[in-house]
């Protein structure tokens, strides 16, 4: 699986952006599709794949609870309400387990910049 991310750039506090990652390869929509941002991957979102979030089953790292949304058959995140702490690199994942623990993914993006300014 090749995973793509796209969508990031450079806001003012408040504003929105809203990334995409595109998958490509042996793909399937058993897996699980999680956001990750920075060196220390800190979970942002995740969801099944197959089902969106069709189902409610998105889950949300506390930080983004309430402002980020994770949908889409191509999946995007749509950031909302950005704040300096949001900004950070970030990266889709996916794997074959619902879960928020990056060491657990088996294919990673290279990442899109996300930049929030006062």
């Known amino acids: 699986v090749q995973l793509k991310e796209s969508g990031g750039g450079s806001v003012q506090v408040g504003g929105s952006l809203r990334l995409s990652c595109v998958a490509s390869?042996?793909?399937?929509?058993?897996?699980?599709i999680g956001w990750f941002r920075r060196n220390d991957h800190e979970f942002v979102a995740g969801m099944d794949w197959?089902?969106?979030?069709?189902l409610g089953n998105a889950r949300y790292g506390d930080s983004v609870k309430g402002r980020f949304t994770l949908s889409g058959d191509t999946v995007f995140l749509q950031m909302d309400n950005l704040t300096t702490e949001d900004t950070a690199t970030y990266y889709c994942?996916?794997?074959?387990?619902?879960?928020?623990?990056?060491?657990?993914?088996?294919?990673w993006g290279q990442g899109t910049e996300v930049t929030v300014s006062s």
């Open positions: 197959g089902s969106g979030d069709a």
């Open positions: 994942a996916s794997g074959h387990l619902s879960t928020t623990h990056w060491d657990l993914y088996d294919a």
């Open positions: 390869g042996r793909t399937s929509r058993d897996n699980y």
